[in-house]
C-alpha cells in the first residue's frame, strides 16, 4: 500500500475513484470498440463496417443518442434549410446556362443539370429523414437496413 494511504478503507476507494474517471474517459471509446468487434463477428464486411463507423460518427456529432431525437432535430430542420438554399442557386445556375453562350455552353448545362438532381436529392433525403424520424426512429432504420430510403434508392443500379 503507498504510503500517502493510512487505511487499506482508503488506497481501494482512491483505486475504484481512479477506476471510474477511466472509464468515463474512455467509455465512449470502448463503446464504439465493443460495437465494432460485434460487427465483425456478425459477418459485417469491411465496406459495411466502415459505412457504420461513418453513421456512428453522424450520431455522435448530432448528440442524439445523449439528446434525444427532438433535441436534434432544429438541426437537421437547419440542414433541410440550407439544402433548399443550395438548389435556389443550383437552379438558378440552371436557368442561366440554357442560355448558349459559346464554348464550354454544353459542359456548364450538363453539369449545372446534373447539381440540381444532386440537390434535389439531398433536399428529398434530409426532408424524408425528417419525417420518418417524426414517426419513429425504427422505421428510419428499418428503411435504412431494406434500402427503402430515397438515396438508397436513387443510387441502387438499374437491373
Not at 442560355?99 to 426532408?127: F, H, I, K, Q, R
Not at 429523414?129 to 430510403?149: C, H, I, P, Q, R
Request: with cysteine.
Amino acid at each position: 500500500m503507498p504510503a500517502k494511504y493510512k487505511t487499506e478503507s482508503q488506497h481501494r476507494e482512491a483505486r475504484l475513484l481512479s477506476k471510474r474517471r477511466c472509464y468515463e474517459r474512455h467509455k465512449l471509446d470502448e463503446r464504439l470498440k465493443s460495437q465494432t468487434h460485434w460487427r465483425k463477428h456478425v459477418g459485417a464486411t469491411a465496406v459495411t463496417q466502415q459505412l457504420l463507423q461513418q453513421l456512428d460518427n453522424i450520431w455522435l456529432d448530432l448528440d442524439a443518442d445523449n439528446l434525444g431525437w427532438p433535441s436534434t432535430r432544429p438541426s437537421c430542420e437547419g440542414m433541410v434549410s440550407d439544402a433548399k438554399q443550395l438548389l435556389c442557386k443550383a437552379r438558378e445556375v440552371l436557368s442561366h446556362s440554357l442560355n448558349p453562350y459559346g464554348a464550354c455552353s454544353d459542359y456548364l448545362c450538363s453539369g449545372a443539370a446534373a447539381a440540381v438532381d444532386a440537390v434535389e436529392l439531398d433536399c428529398d433525403t434530409w426532408e424524408e429523414a425528417l419525417s420518418l424520424m417524426d414517426d419513429s426512429v425504427e422505421t428510419y432504420f428499418d428503411l435504412l437496413k431494406y434500402n427503402g430510403l430515397a438515396w438508397q434508392k436513387a443510387l441502387k443500379p438499374c437491373s
